[in-house]
Nanobody, 127 residues
Framework: QVQLVESGGGLVQAGASLRLSCAAS????????MAWFRQAPGKEREFAAA????????SYADSVKGRFAISRDNAKNTVYLQLNSLKPEDTAVYYC????????????????????WGQGTQVTVSS
């Protein structure tokens, strides 16, 4: 079993930055791709960013490309999401997740393939 705990969310103004963290415990997640998803009020959960198990490749939703950056520190069993130039439409609960395939260099955007999920951290961006 893997437990994921997200942190770093908050209330900020448009244009501000935040850094989200997702700490894993229970077992190492270094062999797995990981991703961040988000869910805005009244909307379905959507893919935001993903990173391969070695951290060499990343993938982003078009809506966040160029503004968000995903990274990981396998020694700390932690993945990060740097959010820059935030917009009100970025307001959502942000979740991290662990892919169910290990040692995979394929980055997947569908939430059904992610096995473990955190409880989420709220990001609210005011205009």
């Amino acid at each position: 079993q893997v437990q994921l705990v997200e942190s770093g969310g908050g209330l900020v103004q448009a244009g501000a930055s935040l850094r989200l963290s997702c700490a894993a415990s229970g077992r190492t997640v270094s062999r797995y791709a990981m991703a961040w998803f988000r869910q805005a009020p009244g909307k379905e959960r959507e893919f935001a960013a993903a990173i391969t198990w070695r951290g060499g490749e990343t993938s982003y939703a078009d809506s966040v490309k160029g503004r968000f950056a995903i990274s990981r520190d396998n020694a700390k069993n932690t993945v990060y999401l740097q959010l820059n130039s935030l917009k009100p439409e970025d307001t959502a609960v942000y979740y991290c997740a662990v892919d169910d395939s290990y040692y995979s260099d394929t980055l997947r955007t569908e939430d059904s393939v992610y096995e473990y999920w955190g409880q989420g951290t709220q990001v609210t961006v005011s205009s």
